[in-house]
């Protein structure tokens, strides 16, 4: 496991509906569930909260090594 959470930014609304996470909201990815339908993610997206998000709906953020 990182030692570092991943970061992705959120894209695009799912199919399910528009929810309380802006478009652009960054945070931090918690769990990767895979499923054969559709893969999620559980993100916090810190002042939004947490939310389950399909793994289309993120787009993961570069750091760069300082």
């Known amino acids: 496991m990182p030692d570092k ?9 799912s199919k399910q509906g528009l929810g ?3 478009i652009g909201a960054e945070g931090d990815v ?5 499923h ?4 999620k993610l559980l993100v916090n997206f810190h002042i939004y909260g947490k939310a389950i998000v399909p ?3 993120v787009k993961r953020v570069e750091e760069e090594d300082v």
């Open 5 to 13: 959470p991943q970061k992705v930014v959120y894209i695009k609304h």
């Open 20 to 22: 309380s996470i802006p």
């Open 55 to 57: 793994l289309s709906s």
């Open 36 to 39: 054969p339908v559709t893969t």
């Open 30 to 34: 918690l769990l990767f569930i895979k």
